[in-house]
């Protein structure tokens, strides 16, 4: 009998540990639970491969494969512009910058990492896309382009201050171990600290690129409007985020057009799910070769 | 005499490997019983098994048993929060709360829930005093414990776990990060203290054992090699290698 | 002669990323820098606290009072449910030594929430708090959407903290006889609770900022008091923005309006990361003693 009561504090405390198994759960349910009803009136291949999203013909098309595209475009674009800035970046902080500076170029990109999307939006859609339209003569200032620029300098500053706090931490000895070889600072860098480091970096791209993938407000504000397949990164788009933003307001609960929108959440739900699962379990395979401490 | 803590045929395993090997001796009560051997022979092994320290490491695995009051302490439902209140411990390194010199001490009583403030004063006066620390801090009872030197800091760590009044007082090498002068000061707390307490205490130092033990057991790779009364074993003692380690061969 | 070949490589290379590393900072300057000049040509006492009107040709005019006490609100009742169960689990996943896959599995599962799109965070504060909760487009609704946002960050910082705690203080508790929920809450929380702290402001930074959550369960551009009442629709900073470049009825006029509320956001955050290195470098004294 004693031991019920020995026990109950480590079980109350394990409550609030549950709760974020049981909401991961509901939100997977709840997902799936609104979108299924879509089959009724749209067969599963027509939502996933259909080439046509609109609501609004008669009858109404809920092809995300424009979407899908679209996101592609944005968020390959957006991670091909991020991840080697962030690492450059990262490199830059840690290796060249002197140490006073150091404190306040990283306390300033913290900051900056707190800066809501919706800010970034608004430059994008106020002062860089006239800018495009009318200085460099783009058809729509509102692009691809655009808003793969703006998901940038949103991302980067969280993967550079990780980056940079691994480069930073890394084992001395191994450092001094170069050195005494005779090998240059960046040969150090490049041939021994950042093959060290793949672990943590990959993992670290994982959860960027989940990030990136995810993202709605600037690609709603900046990326234009145009349900379409683009053809190139000066076209505007319309990502799976962005449809579901834009759209879920003017609808009525309970219609095909809402059901489709929750299969578009759950679409997005499981390709975040799948991205952070990598990353996790590069993280742990990580964790498990440089051993327990 | 009755023995205060029978151990009979330990083995400690973490993992596939083999960290002590059939150690079996009797601690007698009331004195201080030094354990010496070479570095990685598994003499905090030992000690942390007494107090079931060592059961948060997973590969931990231990048979045989130790005897204490009548009861087994490594059985299962042995409950380990008492034993630890037996049977307390000073560890390597000083390692005091970043709370005041009052709450270190006090600590142990108030997760007992004693909250008498008499009683607790009363306490720790007497607990920094076993621990020679009262006469140095008993003006600043309330400074944060981190602004003590390396040895006030370990004695506050033993005076932390006299207070909880333990039967028995397990030291793993206290002083070999201390100076000479707190180092001397412990030793002397240690024999005053050990009238009332059973005092066990690994150490790397002979001088120390020799100027403090009453009793000696000299371990080598895992195995008891050889217990008895100190002046004994440090003058002529039965095993070959243990009079090897005293001359200083190994160590 | 190979070695002089090295220490050029050597310099160009470094060159070449101080260059990348420059333009990126010189970016960011300049956002802070945009937001700044444009914005505070629109604020005043005024723009902080009236209400929101428009004219009729669709001219915001007031202030933003309403928004600010919106974003405030939302974000005080969501951190309101999510710091103590954040922190308890916390506590629970760091203390609590993985005993088999079932930690493993939760702690996955915690950092997964962590990586969920906030727009999925506001179709399931859609779904479940709007609709079958029944509570409508409220501030309860959007809350507690934000609260679930905000959990996963608040878990895993309050478990990196204790983490970060060395374990010869656990040690010392535990040789004293203290049950591990007395380790874990009379000594290692003690230590950990500046880092633990920050990582509650940074996770009201974040709610402070988001607009998906938001957008469907409860915030309005036309709001023409103060909010009352927690079943209602609210004003709230981040949505104004946003509404106010998009949907309202003259956007060329209602950019520099926008600036202005971007600027609040921004400073309000700001002001958050100060108090965050305020918060940790007096923990680092602390610490450190004498």
């Keep these: 009998m004693k031991s019920i009561f020995r026990r109950l504090p480590d079980r109350l405390l394990a409550m609030p540990g549950w709760i974020s198994i049981a909401i991961i759960m509901a939100i997977s349910f709840f997902l799936f639970y609104n979108w299924i009803p879509l089959f009724k009136s749209t067969s599963p291949f027509g939502f996933f491969f259909g080439t046509l999203w609109y609501p609004t013909a008669v009858p109404p098309l809920y092809g995300i494969l424009p979407l899908i595209d679209a996101t592609l475009w944005i968020s390959t674009l957006a991670v091909m512009i991020t991840f080697p800035f962030s690492f450059v970046l990262a490199i830059f902080i840690s290796y060249v910058l002197p140490k006073k500076l150091r404190y306040t170029v990283k306390n300033i990109l913290e900051i900056f990492s707190s800066i809501p999307s919706v800010v970034l939006g608004l430059i994008g859609l106020t002062i860089v896309a006239p800018y495009f339209q009318n200085v460099l003569n783009m058809d729509t200032g509102q692009n691809i382009l655009n808003s793969a620029l703006m998901l940038s300098l949103l991302t980067i500053p969280l993967p550079t201050s990780m980056m940079e706090d691994f480069i930073t931490s890394f084992p001395v000895d191994q450092i001094e171990g170069g050195r005494a070889l005779g090998a240059t600072e960046s040969e150090i860098l490049f041939k021994i600290v950042v093959p060290g480091l793949k672990g943590p970096f990959s993992s670290i791209a994982m959860l960027s690129l989940g990030r990136i993938f995810g993202e709605t407000m600037i690609v709603l504000m900046v990326a234009g409007n145009a349900a379409i397949f683009p053809s190139n990164i000066f076209d505007p788009a319309r990502t799976l985020s962005a449809t579901i933003a834009a759209e879920m307001g003017e609808t009525p609960v309970d219609s095909p057009h809402f059901y489709a929108l929750f299969g578009i959440g759950a679409v997005l739900f499981v390709i975040t799910f799948v991205i952070n699962l990598i990353g996790e379990i590069i993280r742990i395979k990580y964790e498990r070769e440089m051993g327990r401490s | ?251 | 002669m190979n070695f002089k070949k090295r220490i050029l490589k050597e310099r160009i290379i470094f060159t070449i990323i101080s260059i990348l590393a420059i333009a990126i900072l010189i970016s960011i300057f300049s956002i802070f820098f945009i937001i700044v000049s444009k914005g505070i040509r629109v604020i005043n006492l005024t723009f902080l606290t009236s209400i929101t009107s428009f004219d009729f040709k669709g001219i915001p005019t007031g202030g933003i009072g309403p928004a600010i006490m919106g974003t405030f609100i939302v974000t005080a009742i969501g951190l309101a449910f999510s710091v103590p169960i954040g922190i308890l689990a916390g506590i629970y996943l760091s203390e609590y030594k993985s005993k088999g896959h079932l930690f493993n599995v939760m702690r996955m599962m915690v950092s997964n929430l962590a990586g969920v799109p906030s727009v999925v965070h506001g179709l399931f504060g859609m779904a479940v708090f709007t609709i079958i909760f029944g509570f409508g487009l409220s501030i309860l609704s959007a809350s507690m959407t934000l609260a679930i946002l905000a959990l996963p960050i608040i878990i895993m910082t309050t478990e990196n903290a204790m983490k970060d705690v060395p374990i010869d203080l656990r040690e010392a508790a535990y040789a004293l006889g203290a049950k591990r929920w007395q380790s874990a809450f009379f000594v290692v929380f003690p230590v950990a609770f500046s880092k633990i702290m920050t990582g509650v402001i940074l996770a009201s930074a974040r709610i402070a900022g988001e607009t998906a959550p938001i957008l469907f369960t409860g915030a309005t551009l036309y709001l023409a008091h103060y909010p009352t009442a927690l079943n209602e629709q609210f004003m709230a900073l981040p949505y104004m923005i946003y509404g106010l470049v998009t949907t309202s009825m003259n956007i060329n006029a209602s950019v520099p309006f926008a600036f202005g509320i971007a600027l609040v956001l921004v400073v309000l955050i700001v002001i958050m990361n100060i108090a965050i290195m305020i918060v940790r470098s007096k923990s680092r004294k602390s610490l450190q003693g004498g």
């Design chain 2, 1 to 251: 005499m009755e023995a205060e803590l029978k151990i009979e045929g330990l083995s400690v395993y973490f993992g596939k490997k083999k960290i002590l090997d059939s150690i079996s001796m009797e601690i007698p009560p009331k004195s201080i019983t030094a354990i010496i051997g070479p570095s990685g022979c598994g003499k905090s092994t030992f000690i942390r098994t007494i107090n079931r320290m060592n059961d948060r490491f997973e590969d931990f695995h231990a048979e045989g048993s130790i005897i204490f009051k009548g009861e087994n302490v490594l059985s299962k439902d042995y409950p380990i929060e008492e034993l630890r209140r037996k049977i307390g411990m000073v560890f390597q390194k000083p390692n005091p709360f970043p709370k005041s010199i009052r709450e270190n001490v006090l600590f142990g009583l108030r997760i007992n829930g004693i909250k008498d403030k008499q009683k607790l004063e009363t306490i720790l006066k007497r607990s920094l005093e076993a621990a020679s620390l009262y006469e140095q801090v008993k003006d600043n009872l309330s400074m944060n414990a981190y602004k003590l030197s390396g040895g006030q800091q370990q004695r506050l760590c033993m005076a932390r776990a006299l207070a909880v009044e333990p039967e028995i007082l397990l030291l793993d090498e206290p002083t070999s990060a201390i100076d000479p002068i707190a180092t001397k000061q412990i030793e002397e707390a240690l024999e005053r203290i050990s009238k009332d307490i059973t005092i066990v205490i690994v150490t790397h130092n002979i001088q120390q054992a020799a100027r403090i033990a009453d009793y000696i057991a000299f371990f080598y790779l895992g195995k008891l090699v050889e217990f008895g009364e100190a002046e004994k074993m440090l003058n002529s003692p039965q095993q070959k290698l243990t009079d090897e380690y005293l001359t200083g061969i190994y160590g």
